[in-house]
């Protein structure tokens, strides 16, 4: 487990969380270290990426707290409550770009909002995001649309890194992805984290991104928190959904494993 810190970043108490008379969240506590890279899974319905909005400030929980850098988010005054928003960043599923704006235009909005720096400026710093996700410039006028699903992806995750956070929120970023792109936006997270200095909470049901760059998996069923810890430790849990999503992703990456192989062989006996 990465050791870059001993605070907790994030520190969720007790969240309950109702939508239009539906409970969502029972009773939601977890914490995320600073420097560590939290994958929380869990089956369809059981209010990831709510708990993913409430942590971020954009849906309020009917109770509990939603620590941030030891401050609530819920429970700040204006200018606070700012400050506290330009420290994180959210990468939303499926991207969530404007289709109407360029790439280079996404990317810089935080910036529009968020400072008084001139607009060619943050256009100017938009493009140093895209490198720093490994986009080309020439990407920078294209408008969302053109790119491939990779492509949106890494747009995304540069709008999340405009403001320079310490945290980052990330819902289900290799979903739709071929299995190369979703291990090379891995290792590019990966990465951005080391660099950065950067602590991730992220939503995945890829079990790859659990065994290649999760310090710390957190399982979210039945409104509540049914254990967290490394991936051996939370394998260990007695949960129907959690086994037959082990024995699953056990059997896919063995799949994937055999057809590598088969691959290299091939290729080494065509030399």
């Known amino acids: 487990m990465n050791n870059m810190g001993d605070a907790n970043v994030i520190n969720a108490r007790?969240?309950?969380?109702?939508?239009?008379?539906?409970?969502?969240?029972?009773?939601?506590?977890l914490q995320v270290r600073q420097g560590n890279i939290a994958a929380l899974?869990?089956?369809?319905?059981?209010?990831?990426?709510v708990l993913l909005k409430v942590l971020g400030g954009l849906i309020r929980p009917n109770a509990g707290q939603a620590m941030l850098f030891g401050t609530d988010i819920w429970d700040t005054d204006t200018i606070t409550g700012n400050a506290l928003r330009q420290r994180f960043g959210m990468l939303f599923q499926d991207g969530a770009l404007f289709?109407?704006?360029?790439?280079?235009?996404?990317?810089?909005?935080?910036?529009?909002?968020?400072?008084?720096?001139?607009?060619?400026?943050?256009l100017q710093?938009?493009?140093?995001?895209?490198?720093?996700?490994?986009?080309?410039?020439?990407?920078?006028g294209q408008m969302p649309d053109t790119l491939s699903g990779g492509m949106r992806k890494r747009v995304a995750l540069a709008r999340a890194l405009a403001l320079d956070p310490e945290l980052l929120f990330l819902d289900e970023p290799t979903s739709g992805l071929d299995p190369v792109s979703a291990r090379a936006f891995d290792q590019l997270i990966l990465t951005l984290r080391d660099n950065l200095k950067l602590t991730v909470l992220l939503i995945t049901h890829d079990l790859d991104s659990l065994l290649t760059i999760a310090d710390?998996?957190?399982?979210?069923?039945?409104?509540?928190?049914?254990?967290?810890?490394?991936?051996?430790q939370v394998r260990?849990?007695?949960?129907?959904?959690?086994?037959?999503?082990?024995?699953?992703?056990?059997?896919?990456?063995?799949?994937?494993?055999?057809?590598?192989?088969?691959?290299?062989?091939?290729?080494?006996?065509?030399?």
Request: hydrophobic share 40%; glycine share 8%.
């Open 125 to 140: 710093l938009a493009r140093l995001k895209l490198a720093m996700v490994g986009l080309d410039a020439s990407v920078a």
């Open 99 to 122: 289709s109407s704006l360029t790439v280079a235009q996404n990317v810089a909005t935080p910036l529009f909002e968020h400072t008084t720096l001139p607009r060619a400026t943050c």
């Open 216 to 232: 710390q998996v957190i399982v979210l069923a039945q409104g509540r928190v049914l254990g967290s810890g490394t991936l051996a």
């Open 41 to 49: 899974i869990g089956g369809s319905g059981t209010g990831k990426s």
């Open 14 to 29: 007790h969240i309950v969380t109702r939508l239009d008379e539906q409970i969502i969240h029972q009773d939601v506590s």
């Open 236 to 271: 260990e849990i007695d949960e129907p959904w959690l086994r037959a999503y082990f024995a699953t992703r056990t059997q896919d990456v063995i799949t994937h494993a055999v057809s590598n192989a088969a691959q290299e062989k091939g290729n080494q006996d065509g030399k």
